[in-house]
Every structure is written in C-alpha cells, then in structure tokens.
C-alpha cells in the first residue's frame, strides 16, 4: 500500500513539473487529453495538399522585356483597304508559327537557308549583312550581301516564301542608316563575312546595339551621290573624299520645306501597339 501511494505521489510530481514548463514551450508534451491540434468540432484538420510548383522559363520570361513588331507589320500611309492588311496579317502569323523569323535589322549579319532544286542537297545556305528591308504584308523582303571570289554578291529574299527553310541571326545589330546600298561603293572588308561564322550571343535582356561605324568607300565616281542631302547618309566620312566646294554643291538638292510637311508625319504608335498585341495573342495560341 506504501508503494503504490509513493508511485501515485511520483506520478503527481512528474505531471506538476511538466505543466511548470508548459508556458515556456508550447510545444512539449500535452498533460490533457482534450489538447490535440483538432479542427472546429473537435476533428482533426483536413489535409491539404501542396501546391503544385511553378515552372518558371527564366530565358522567355527575359525575352519579353525587350519588344519588337516586325516592320511589315504595319500597314504604309497610303493603304487603300485596311481590310486586306489584316487578312494578309492572319497568314503572317500562321506562317511564322511554321517558320522561326527571329529579331533582325538592317545591319544584322543573318544566314538564311533556302530550297534550291537544283543544288546537290536541295538547299543553299547564304550569309551576309541585311542592307535593306522593304515590303509591307506578305510581299515583304529582305537583302543580303557578301563578297564571294572577289565579287559582291547580293539575294533578295521574300520573307513569307514557302521555300524560306531557315533564318539565323548571327550578329545582331542596328546600324547609323535605313538601307546600306552605299556598301557596293566601299571597300569590300565592309561587306565581307564567313560562310562558317560563329553566332555572337546578345542577352535578351540587352538593347540591340547601334554600330557607329562610318566605312571606307573606293575612289570616285559612285553608284550614286550619296552625299545629297535626300539619301541622309551617315555612315560615310565625306569630309575624306569630297571638298568643301563639292559639299557646298550637294546642299543644292536640299528639300528644307519637307520638315514642315504635315502630311509626311505619320503617328503608328498606338497602331503598333494594337497590333503587337494581336500578333502575340495568334502566336501564343
């Protein structure tokens, strides 16, 4: 009888030590019953599930901080039936969900692959620098020169042509003009490039740089006079090649009244964003 009420008195002690301790951590052991983590009623929680993880595509995400509209995009000033540009605007997308044509401007250094029936492998592959970009909707092209044996070679490409297999970007970048055709009066190392060019990396996230490089031309007379003020060219140092009698010369062709031309200026601000947003909804589909 002794012993069992020492052992009773044993078991009172321990139960007073833990409930002294219970205040100071929460979370030692409960002396009641009625103390489990339990639900409204008195039941125990339902069990949740984790949530699923989200998958983030860090390179995609990237790629969209810097936005782009292809030039053909945009309808030009003196468009007659808008209603065949959207209809043109349909295929575009439709083609280009078949066909990578990635981020490219005059200037950029691109290797474009082709169906040709007529090479041994059925395809002819050709690099060079864009010189130029015209054509708006499906009619819209693109022109690449090289120097090959000593020649200047230049193809024109459609940019929608179903034989288009390829378009790689090598070198992206922009360049002081619209259109570089003076290149066929510089020196050739301007518009010299390898078929077996590695491509310079560029981070999504960086704005396309601007080459200011201003080239070398050959020796009079030109293809054309560029240094008249309608062609506005920057990437040429007249002052090497021209006097100052010839410079005063050239401004004889100069149109100072077109900056005040109202109807020159054409706003496609609120156009572009209108429609970059439809092309990334088609494209995102």
């Known amino acids: 009888m002794a012993t069992s009420s020492r052992r009773a008195g044993g078991v009172m002690g321990s139960v007073r030590l833990l409930r002294s301790l219970q205040p100071q951590n929460g979370r030692l052991f409960s ?8 639900g409204s009623e008195g039941q125990p929680p339902k069990f949740v599930p984790p949530s699923k993880p989200v998958i983030i595509d860090k390179a995609k995400s990237q790629a969209s901080l810097r936005r782009f509209l292809s030039p053909e995009f945009i309808p030009p000033r003196q468009r007659t039936n808008p ?37 041994a492998s059925k395809t002819n592959r050709f690099v060079g620098i864009c010189i130029q970009r015209s054509g708006k909707g499906l009619g819209a092209t693109f022109t690449l ?3 090959v044996d000593s020649q200047g070679v230049e193809i024109c490409y459609e940019l929608y042509s179903p034989r288009l297999r390829h378009v790689e970007v090598l070198k992206l970048e922009k ?5 570089l055709f003076y ?5 050739p190392e301007y518009s010299t490039f390898d078929f077996d060019m590695k491509p310079v990396h560029l981070s999504p996230t ?21 240094e008249r003020p309608k062609f506005n060219i920057q990437g040429i140092r007249f002052d090497q090649y021209l006097t100052p009698e010839h410079m005063e010369h050239a401004q004889k062709w100069a149109e100072p009244w077109r900056q005040y031309d109202m109807l020159k200026e054409y706003d496609t ?16 589909k």
């Open 31 to 38: 002396t009641s019953v009625a103390r489990h983590t339990a």
């Open 83 to 119: 209603v065949k540009f959207a209809m043109e605007r349909k295929d575009m997308i439709q083609r280009r969900k078949v066909l990578n044509i990635p981020e490219f401007y005059v200037g950029s250094v691109l290797a474009v692959t082709m169906l040709d029936p007529h090479a």
């Open 145 to 147: 020169r090289n120097i």
């Open 175 to 179: 360049r002081l003009d619209d259109n």
């Open 183 to 187: 290149l066929r009066d510089a020196l």
């Open 206 to 226: 960086q704005d396309v740089p601007v080459n200011q490089i201003k080239v070398r031309m050959k020796p009079r007379p030109w293809s054309k006079r560029w």
């Open 269 to 284: 601000s609120s156009m572009e964003e209108k429609i970059l947003q439809e092309v990334q909804a088609e494209l995102n």
